[in-house]
């Protein structure tokens, strides 16, 4: 069984930080793409941050300049850097990995981290 663990939401006043963590465990033979989507009241889920196995990375117009992620492959673990943050940077934060497993290869969600920004 594969899990998905975030951590790392919380309240923050516009212009501050957090940082969100998420680490994978479980039955794991190897982990390719991993990446942190967010879903606010009443929008569809959508890409914040997506780290390929290879290095690649991909950022959500909106958070280019103002987000980082990092990715620590000896423990299964991606990070968000959340800077400047703005009060429509409010939503649910999962994270997300494709992961190969005795089940084979498949996307993996987990429960999600809430953040909220008041202006």
């Known amino acids: 069984q594969v899990q998905l663990v975030e951590s790392g939401g919380g309240l923050v006043q516009a212009g501050g930080s957090l940082r969100l963590s998420c680490a994978a465990s479980?039955?794991?033979?190897?982990?390719?793409?991993m990446g942190w989507y967010r879903q606010a009241p009443g929008k569809q889920r959508e890409l914040v941050a997506l780290?390929?196995?290879?290095?690649?990375?991909n950022y959500a117009d909106s958070v280019k300049g103002r987000f980082t992620i990092s990715r620590d492959n000896a423990k299964n673990s991606i990070y968000l850097q959340m800077n400047s943050l703005k009060p429509e940077d409010t939503a649910v934060y999962y994270c997300?990995?494709?992961?190969?497993?005795?089940?084979?290869?498949?996307?993996?969600w987990g429960r999600g981290t809430q953040v909220t920004v008041s202006s």
């Open positions: 997300m990995s494709n992961i190969r497993s005795p089940s084979g290869t498949k996307s993996y």
């Open positions: 479980g039955s794991i033979f190897s982990i390719y793409a």
């Open positions: 780290t390929g196995s290879g290095g690649t990375i």
